[in-house]
Structure formats: structure tokens, C-alpha cells
């Protein structure tokens, strides 16, 4: 429920507007450069990740890692591999969104940001309470895929492999 308000609410309320994309290749540039902001809680957690590798009392550096090293770590992965699919589906989705509604492919990027921040803490804070912000994050990306999959199957059927 949060997703589509916090989505709703940037759409409606933040004093901004997609530039004019006409060709596919314009969006996808545009979904390209939004994407690189995405990037910044991963790089974030690198570095933190790399951080607490230094600092660890483990005498061996590739033995059994501590907690904090593990979360780090496990959350850098994840992070990895939910923003390759939040990626290719936002790049899809710019190709079948219409002019007027290509500001949900920054404010998707935000909200992807934003979201794996909170999973950041809420993981770091105890492994019960994260679910709140990995579904802040995979729900989003589930209704881009559904998006998608109905706008080529469904809308544009004879342009699925043009």
C-alpha cells in the first residue's frame, strides 16, 4: 500500500517533468542515466561492506566471517541482483510508457533507492523486520513485470519481437 501512495505522491506533488523522449533510444538513455542513481545504495553497502572486512577481529580473512561482515555482504548481493531486474524491467517499461508518464522512471529509481536503504537497516536491526523493505522493493518490480508482460502480450502483440 505504501508504494503506490509514496509513487502517487511524487507524481502529483514533486515539481518536475520527463524531458521530451521521443524515439526509443531517447528513453532508453534517459532510463540508463536514472539508473545510475539506483546504483548508490549498493556502492554504499561495498564500501561499508569493505569497511567491516577491515575492521574484523577474524584472524584468518577468508575464514567464517562475523555477523556484521555476513550482513553486509549478504545485503550487497541481493542489492545486485534486484537492481539488474528493477534495470531491464524500467528499461522495458520506458518503451511502453506513454509521454506524459515517464516520470515514474525517476521516481521508480527513487523509490528503488530508497527502499534498499530501508532493507539495509531493517536487516541490520534484526532479520524478522525486513520484509518491509525487500517487498518496498520486489513489489514494485513484480508490477513492472506484469506491466510489461501485459503491454507485450496484450497491447502490442505483433511488435513482441519487432
Known sequence: LLCPCLLYGGYVFL????PLLPTISARLVYTLRCAAFA??????????SGISRLCS????????????VELHRTYVSQSIHLFILYFFNMAVLATYLPQEVLKLIPLLTGLFAI?????????????????FGFSM????????LLWNLYSMLILEPENLLA
Open 15 to 18: 515539481p518536475f517533468d520527463a
Open 39 to 48: 546504483t548508490f545504495p549498493i556502492v554504499l553497502g561495498m564500501i561499508v
Open 57 to 68: 577481529s577474524a584472524l584468518e580473512p577468508f575464514g567464517e566471517l562475523q555477523r556484521e
Open 115 to 131: 527502499s534498499r536503504l530501508i532493507y539495509w537497516l531493517s536487516y541490520a536491526i534484526g532479520r524478522s523486520f525486513r520484509a
Open 137 to 144: 522493493t520486489f513489489l514494485p518490480l513484480l508490477a513492472m
